[in-house]
């Protein structure tokens, strides 16, 4: 574990064995019960509040898309998401991926709406690929149930290993994949994934509410998504602990 997280008061959660074999062989995790009922009431109702607050605006300081909700900067829109990125058995499961100091890279909200939604299969790094090193760790906080036919994420396990770019070796990246699973889970689960597997949003066929915060972290060597910095504002700045100024990088 990064050894200035400590210093700042940080105590890991230990990840199980089964944990730590999902996340080195599939390339992924689902971690159950993280978000407490209460928590997860709160959450749901700030994601509400801010996409009615942002209206036309919501989403656009990372992308927008559309028949999809989106909300962006959510570490500057309330402090009921601090301690998302501040989770401990999430910042365990990040160092395990990663082995080296990392920061937030993004943490944004998505909501496929009924009939929309698929993406094409792709991965979150977008840099060179070398089996053993990894650079983005990201992480779906389930809203809502996950289930096949809302919108659920498929991910292709083991594809964090492949040595290709998902748009060279793919002809139809829409299509279905050989293997590919559905990340479903019932509303208060953590969906942890390497940044170098395959995966995508899938179509909401069924129409019933799928909202999932999106928080991702970067190796610290790499610029964020989101630059905290730049974003951070004074009502945010007032209430940051020195361990999340450091997970922030601010």
């Given at each position: 574990?990064?050894?200035?997280?400590i210093?700042l008061?940080?105590a890991?959660?230990?990840?199980?064995?089964?944990?730590?074999?999902?996340?080195?062989?599939?390339?992924?995790?689902?971690?159950?019960s993280?978000?407490?009922?209460?928590?997860?009431?709160?959450?749901?109702?700030?994601?509400?509040?801010?996409?009615?607050?942002?209206?036309?605006?919501?989403?656009?300081?990372?992308?927008?898309v559309?028949?999809?909700?989106?909300?962006?900067?959510?570490?500057?829109?309330?402090?009921v998401?601090?301690?998302?990125?501040?989770?401990?058995?999430?910042?365990?499961?990040?160092?395990?991926?990663?082995?080296?100091?990392?920061?937030?890279?993004?943490?944004?909200?998505?909501?496929?709406?009924?009939?929309?939604?698929?993406?094409?299969l792709?991965?979150?790094?977008?840099?060179?690929?070398?089996?053993?090193?990894?650079?983005?760790?990201?992480?779906?906080?389930?809203?809502?149930?996950m289930?096949?036919?809302?919108?659920?994420?498929?991910?292709?396990?083991?594809?964090?290993?492949?040595?290709?770019?998902?748009?060279e070796?793919?002809?139809?990246?829409?299509?279905?994949?050989?293997?590919?699973?559905?990340?479903?889970?019932?509303?208060?689960s953590?969906?942890v994934?390497?940044?170098s597997a395959?995966?995508?949003c899938?179509?909401?066929?069924?129409?019933?509410?799928?909202?999932?915060?999106?928080?991702?972290?970067?190796?610290?060597?790499?610029?964020?998504?989101?630059?905290?910095?730049?974003?951070l504002?004074?009502?945010t700045?007032?209430?940051?602990?020195?361990?999340?100024?450091?997970?922030l990088?601010?």
């Open positions: 574990m990064d050894e200035r997280l210093d008061g940080f890991p959660e230990e990840l199980s064995p089964s944990q730590r074999t999902q996340l080195d062989e599939s390339g992924f995790a689902i971690f159950e993280v978000i407490d009922p209460a928590w997860r009431e709160k959450l749901q109702q700030a994601f509400e509040q801010v996409f009615e607050r942002e209206g036309e605006q919501a989403g656009k300081e990372v992308s927008q559309e028949g999809v909700r989106r909300l962006a900067d959510l570490v500057n829109k309330g402090e998401f601090d301690q998302v990125y501040l989770q401990p058995a999430l910042l365990a499961a990040v160092w395990h991926v990663l082995q080296r100091p990392f920061k937030l890279h993004s943490l944004n909200a998505h909501e496929p709406l009924l009939g929309h939604g698929q993406q094409v792709h991965a979150d790094w977008g840099g060179a690929r070398e089996t053993g090193t990894y650079h983005v760790v990201n992480s779906m906080w389930m809203l809502d149930d289930t096949a036919d809302n919108g659920a994420t498929r991910v292709v396990p083991g594809s964090h290993r492949f040595p290709g770019v998902v748009g070796e793919v002809e139809d990246r829409m299509a279905a994949y050989p293997g590919e699973v559905y990340l479903t889970a019932s509303a208060g953590v969906g994934f390497n940044g395959w995966h995508s899938t179509q909401n066929s069924s129409g019933q509410q799928r909202r999932v915060l999106h928080c991702a972290f970067i190796a610290r060597e790499h610029k964020q998504q989101t630059d905290q910095r730049e974003y504002n004074p009502e700045d007032r209430r940051l602990t020195p361990l999340a100024r450091y997970v990088d601010v």
